[in-house]
Nanobody, 124 residues
Framework: QVQLVESGGGLVQPGGSLRLSCTASGSIFGINTMGWHRQAPGKERELVAVITSGGSTVYADSVKGRFTISRDNAKNTVSLQMNGLKPEDTAVYFC??????????????????WGQGTQVTVSS
């Protein structure tokens, strides 16, 4: 029984910043990877940024240099700092967690646990 609770979404102008947070609770044993995936209308859910239990990070090419993922192990929390936001970043952002092998880390289907999602809208 894993619960993931997200916060921090909202409406922001192009070039602005948002910080998303996800806190895990319950039976979190076996989770080795946790982070953020997004889904825009008509598109597949795609990895944005995830971090492993060993501290390795994986980013989508489209967000490298703009987004930073971090973790607080004591609080079972991961955060995503999003800077330089663009309209194409608009999507529902989901926190996902699971026991994931490296070769499948970019595939949202490999994550067992999900939050409800938080809307990020970048618009003037």
């Amino acid at each position: 029984q894993v619960q993931l609770v997200e916060s921090g979404g909202g409406l922001v102008q192009p070039g602005g910043s948002l910080r998303l947070s996800c806190t895990a609770s319950g039976s979190i044993f076996g989770i080795n990877t946790m982070g953020w995936h997004r889904q825009a209308p008509g598109k597949e859910r795609e990895l944005v940024a995830v971090i492993t239990s060993g501290g390795s990070t994986v980013y989508a090419d489209s967000v490298k240099g703009r987004f930073t993922i971090s973790r607080d192990n004591a609080k079972n929390t991961v955060s995503l700092q999003m800077n330089g936001l663009k309209p194409e970043d608009t999507a529902v952002y989901f926190c996902g967690a699971g026991l994931v092998v490296l070769s499948g880390i970019r595939d949202a289907k490999n994550y067992r646990h999900w939050g409800q999602g938080t809307q990020v809208t970048v618009s003037s």
